[in-house]
């Protein structure tokens, strides 16, 4: 019981805030758990089609290929993969990360995996078009053309400066963890 309690230490202690200050303060407490309660629906209809899709990537796409493709040495060829992956995936940023938790048993280079990220994050397709309607071309293409390289040099950095060990203990833990 006490491990169970551990683990979900952070969770309770919230729930019991969340009583408390329901207890104060009935209307605060009513908007908290409706904005969670939003959330959670919102995250159930997400995250199962991105569980779904990377049980099909992990089973029909072999590790020789996802490094061929995108490990270490594939270059241009897996920054553009990755880049592409990235933008056009389509969900809230928090699906990206068991992507990348997969593409790390699939043996993606780090450097890949934080410029999916990045482009997950900033480049999307629909957030691309969403911007040229509302805030005309010539800005969206500006953006979109300044985040590419800036995504590219960050993962680039990030990749050379964070030491192999830690490198190896996220792919450790990310093996693990799926």
Same mark, same amino acid.
């Given at each position: 019981?006490?491990?169970?309690?551990?683990?979900?230490?952070?969770?309770?202690?919230?729930?019991?805030?969340?009583?408390?200050?329901?207890?104060?303060?009935?209307?605060?407490?009513?908007?908290?758990?409706?904005?969670?309660?939003?959330?959670?629906?919102?995250?159930?209809?997400?995250?199962?089609?991105?569980?779904?899709?990377?049980?099909?990537?992990?089973?029909?796409?072999?590790?020789?290929?996802?490094?061929?493709?995108?490990?270490?040495?594939?270059?241009?060829?897996?920054?553009?993969?990755?880049?592409? !992956?990235?933008?056009?995936?389509?969900?809230?940023?928090?699906?990206a990360?068991p992507?990348a938790?997969?593409?790390?048993?699939?043996?993606?280079?780090?450097k890949?995996?934080?410029?999916?990220?990045?482009a997950?994050?900033?480049?999307?397709?629909?957030?691309?078009?969403?911007?040229?309607?509302?805030?005309g071309?010539?800005?969206a293409?500006?953006?979109f053309?300044?985040?590419?390289?800036? !995504? !590219?040099?960050?993962?680039?950095?990030l990749?050379?400066?964070?030491?192999q060990?830690?490198?190896?203990?996220?792919?450790?833990?990310?093996?693990?963890?799926?």
């Amino acid at each position: 019981m006490i491990p169970i309690l551990k683990r979900y230490r952070a969770f309770l202690i919230s729930l019991l805030a969340v009583l408390i200050l329901t207890f104060i303060n009935k209307s605060l407490g009513k908007e908290i758990i409706g904005i969670t309660s939003f959330s959670l629906k919102e995250m159930l209809q997400v995250i199962p089609p991105i569980f779904l899709l990377l049980g099909l990537l992990d089973v029909w796409v072999p590790k020789e290929t996802m490094t061929k493709f995108m490990g270490e040495g594939s270059g241009l060829k897996g920054i553009l993969l990755a880049m592409f !992956i990235g933008s056009a995936a389509a969900g809230p940023l928090y699906g990206a990360f068991p992507v990348a938790a997969v593409f790390m048993k699939k043996g993606v280079s780090l450097k890949n995996i934080l410029i999916f990220i990045g482009a997950w994050s900033t480049t999307k397709i629909p957030l691309i078009l969403f911007e040229v309607t509302s805030l005309g071309p010539k800005f969206a293409l500006t953006r979109f053309l300044i985040n590419i390289p800036g !995504i !590219i040099l960050i993962a680039t950095i990030l990749s050379k400066i964070v030491p192999q060990d830690e490198i190896n203990e996220i792919y450790k833990k990310a093996q693990e963890s799926i």
